[in-house]
T-cell receptor, first 113, second 112 residues
Framework: DTGVSQNPRHKITKRGQNVTFRCDPISEHNRLYWYRQTLGQGPEFLTYFQNEAQLEKSRLLSDRFSAERPKGSFSTLEIQRTEQGDSAMYLC???????????FGPGTRLLVL | GQQVMQIPQYQHVQEGEDFTTYCNSSTTLSNIQWYKQRPGGHPVFLIQLVKSGEVKKQKRLTFQFGEAKKNSSLHITATQTTDVGTYFCAGRGGGSNYKLTFGKGTLLTVNP
């Protein structure tokens, strides 16, 4: 399978714990995006990488959230001191160029108890 | 900031009936994408529209981009049970050539 992959697919954690999600984009894609989707809503943009450079962070991304893409390939999204409001599906997408089609991974569904 | 509104929120049809969902942006878009998300799944790319007034067809699906590049529609002819899912439009514009702003989606259910 050469699509976008995300791990883990599901994560249940207690409030206050830290969690980290991983995204592996399509291999030749140098653009990578993180989105968050809550029930009944469309995905909301969180952040964007061009290679290893993080070019934009949404104001939705509080200081408890950090994303990295150290070698311009896979990316990680870490949430520190999780809150119940962080419960959502975290989606990763990649594209070849900035204005081109974004292909989404299967997402990581986070539940904070 | 840029907002994308989508209506209706829900649509239930009998198999064989047609279905349309509409998308409106608060700002002019450079392009618009449509995605389908099955229950429990992730958004799957359907099509991208770029040109003013563009119309594209994929089998029973017809996509339109408005002349002012602020609205779009997706029409499905003779729905089938496999069409069930949430259809999202996602616009690109407002000075960003990469960020997608999604509508809330239209959930389509089809009664066999």
């Amino acid at each position: 399978d050469t699509g976008v992959s995300q791990n883990p697919r599901h994560k249940i954690t207690k409030r206050g714990q830290n969690v980290t999600f991983r995204c592996d984009p399509i291999s030749e894609h140098n653009r990578l995006y993180w989105y968050r989707q809550t029930l009944g809503q469309g995905p909301e943009f969180l952040t964007y990488f061009q290679n290893e450079a993080q070019l934009e962070k949404s104001r939705l991304l509080s200081d408890r959230f950090s994303a990295e893409r150290p070698k311009g390939s896979f990316s990680t999204l870490e949430i520190q001191r999780t809150e119940q409001g962080d419960s959502a599906m975290y989606l990763c997408a990649s594209s070849l160029q900035a204005g081109e089609t974004q292909y989404f991974g299967p997402g990581t569904r986070l539940l904070v108890l | 900031g840029q907002q994308v509104m989508q209506i209706p929120q829900y649509q239930h049809v009998q198999e064989g009936e047609d279905f349309t969902t509409y998308c409106n942006s608060s700002t002019t878009l450079s392009n618009i994408q449509w995605y389908k998300q099955r229950p429990g799944g992730h958004p799957v790319f359907l099509i991208q529209l770029v040109k003013s007034g563009e119309v594209k067809k994929q089998k029973r699906l017809t996509f339109q981009f408005g002349e002012a590049k602020k609205n779009s529609s997706l029409h499905i002819t003779a729905t089938q049970t496999t069409d069930v899912g949430t259809y999202f439009c996602a616009g690109r514009g407002g000075g960003s050539n990469y960020k997608l702003t999604f509508g809330k989606g239209t959930l389509l259910t089809v009664n066999p």
